[in-house]
């Protein structure tokens, strides 16, 4: 029996991964509680050295299309970027919530470990070539963060919370591998190149085909949180300490757009007649739900779960306008748009939800819209970053939400879906009402609560970095336009 070494080197940062979640887990059985910001600093390098290696990669493969593992495992420029979007989007939720969780008790070992867990199966998510792999990445981040929500044992709502995310999440599984079976049925391979080719060249069984479509496009849609697959969106938000919330909110979607991309563009993309009706469905009633739902909110938390839903709407709506009457001109345009606007998506998250971190304290949750009133008063500096963050997510310009927004319309208008861009436009403006309604609360009303805000330096620094960004990058969003037009032009 001949036994040939994989090809290791694409998977040099997993691997580097997984060999310092477990020094983690053993060094910190040995550190006491005055300790632990030994397990914290650990867990930043490791973050920094996926990155160098995940740069290193790029660089010795020069950015080709690269398998391994049997072509189970692939590296490629896309999968590049979103994995150094998620090593970003990690190292500032843990330096976000290293107040917030000191105060409750939840800054521990299991929580570091649990959190590298996340990002590896990400990372496997973001590289997975194959059906199973794809199933194991979502697997690993899943029940990592079941066990995230949960961390906090006496908390009622969180484990409620975790209950709900757990029972959602095992249907949605069912549903995603019940579709992954039907395809391997009609198409007798579970490797997504090879359904690629068969459905490209061979005359599999279309009625199965289509059936297990609409199972694959439902687990998926689960996962990123589209109406009607998004009950547990705004209870998950809300009842899951805020620093989990941040994770949840925002890495995951990088892995969940990855997914998408790998499964119906890298593999169904003869189906894409079929699935892109399906995506207009999910895109316009997340749209709708979304932003009609959160108007009603008066927990901030609950209202940026609704607002989830909608932003993930309009992701949708890159992805289905990619492929038009069987031609592909626009597929670069329309696939690099809605990587740019998750990748915004993420990037204005960290920001908001950082804030809401910033305004809490032990025994004090700012999850209240009425804690935001008079923001400008209490710190003007503080006031003008959520300023931004909340213009960014309505799409005002100058930040670079609005750009994402166009970015997406403009291949829609390309494609010949001019309605589709005029419901997405309205709901946007009836979106912007949500947000604006902060900038007032934070300018023009007094404040109720007057303690000082007193973050550490580093949350300091980074959060008005956050900030910053989304200006900087709404009056000069062509690099990071660029990035993603090439990772997506690269496939």
Known sequence: MNFTMPNLLPAYPEIFLLIMVSVILVLDLFLPQALRYVTYALTQLTLLGCAVLTLDVAVLTQGDVTYTFNHMFVADMMGHALKLGAYIAVFTTLVYSRAYLGA???WKGE???LVLFALMGMLVMISANHFLTLYLGLELLSLSLYALVALDRDSARATEAAMKYFVLGALASGLLLYGMSMIYGATGSLNISEVAH????????KVVLTFGLVFLVSGMAFKLGVVPFHMWIPDVYDGAPT???????S????????MAMRLLVMGLLDLAVDWQQMLVILAVLSMAVGNLAAIAQTNIKRMLAYS???HMGFMLLGLLAGVVNGNWLNAADAYSAAMFYVVVYVLTTLGTFGMILLLSRAGFEAENLDDFKGLNARNPWYAFLMLLLMFSLAGVPPTVGFYAKLSVLQPLLAAGMTWLAVVAVMFSLIGAFYYLRIVKLMYFDEPIDTAPIEPSLDMSVLISINGLAVLALGIMPQSLMALCYFSIKAL
Do not use: V, Y
């Not at 068969?198 to 069984?205: K, R, S, V, Y």
């Not at 620093?243 to 909110?249: K, N, Q, R, S, V």
């Open 308 to 310: 989830t839903i909608s």
């Open 111 to 113: 929580f570091f470990a």
């Open 198 to 205: 068969t459905l490209a060249n061979g005359h599999p069984d």
């Open 243 to 249: 620093a989990i919330t941040l994770i949840i909110g």
């Open 104 to 106: 409750r008790g939840m």
């Open 251 to 258: 890495a995951p979607k990088l892995a969940a757009f990855a």
